[in-house]
């Protein structure tokens, strides 16, 4: 097998189709949660099976939400071999394409749901050197420290706008729009996932002609958080870190090789 035409599939759950309130994301005990997972698994499948139409030969897949506690059990494409992030530098040098599905906008993006960089509560903003980003480039630059383009992203109008402005030629799937911060109108979810499939077949079949995101090293990792208190305890256990207000603070990035380097 070329190992080059191995995928790897990072997943969210905000930007999944058929998840239009708040609620089905952080009240993870209730019934919307629950049929959040069912959407998530029938997104990640849609993407799995465009992958393979497109010409891949193999599909790694990352829950990439929250605690990555997520997927149903026995629901993924038996095709498709699930990950933890700790597989991820083993696995990058093997793949030609990574794929983005169920993402959101960064945080403080107008007229998009859920957006949001890592935490809601304590992340006001985030950056890699003086350019604000969101969890969309933080995968996209991950992988492109690997020469791996980004080819594929579904989720809001917002996200995917976002995604298109990074990874020039990336396929996107815009499965919904927000009618505010926290409720969407999506599309029905079988319109959504064809989309989905088709952006994620396209996405391989064209992964060539589209650019790894490549930030040169050294570059900085930069943080301001909501509060002076979240900055505290972040820096509390981390010496390396730079301090360089009462809410923000900074570190350099001499190397790429785990997930955790595009990481404050």
């Known amino acids: 097998m070329d190992n080059r035409k191995a995928v790897f599939i990072c997943t969210d759950l905000e930007g999944i189709s058929g998840v239009n309130h708040i609620d089905q994301v952080l009240k993870t005990e209730e019934d919307g949660y629950k049929k959040a997972c069912e959407l998530l698994m029938g997104d990640t499948n849609a993407a799995v099976a465009g992958a393979f139409a497109g010409g891949a030969e193999a599909v790694y897949v990352l829950d990439g939400h929250g605690s990555g506690k997520n997927f149903i059990p026995g629901k993924l494409d038996p095709r498709a071999v699930q990950i933890k992030m700790d597989d991820m530098p083993a696995l990058m040098p093997k793949v030609g394409a990574t794929m983005q599905i169920g993402l959101h906008a960064m945080s403080g993006t ?82 959504a996932q064809r989309l989905i499939y088709e952006a994620a077949k396209a996405g391989f079949e064209n992964r060539h002609a589209i650019k790894p995101y490549v930030l040169p090293v050294p570059y900085t990792v930069t943080i301001e958080f909501n509060r002076a208190d979240y900055c505290d305890d972040v820096c509390r256990y981390r010496p390396d870190l730079e301090r360089l207000d009462a809410r923000t603070a900074r570190s350099v990035k001499n190397k790429v090789e785990t997930y955790w380097d595009v990481l404050l």
Not at 121 to 131: L, Q
Not at 162 to 178: D, L, N
């Open 110 to 191: 107008r007229h998009a749901f859920l957006d949001h960089t890592q935490s809601s509560v304590s992340v006001h903003d985030y950056y890699f050197n003086d350019m604000k980003i969101g969890e969309l480039m933080q995968d996209g630059v991950y992988s492109g420290a690997f020469g791996v383009p980004c080819v594929t992203v579904s989720g809001d109008r917002a996200a995917c706008a976002e995604a298109e402005h990074f990874f020039p030629g990336v396929f996107t799937a815009v499965v919904k729009t927000a009618e505010e911060r926290n409720v969407a109108d999506c599309l029905p979810v079988e319109e």
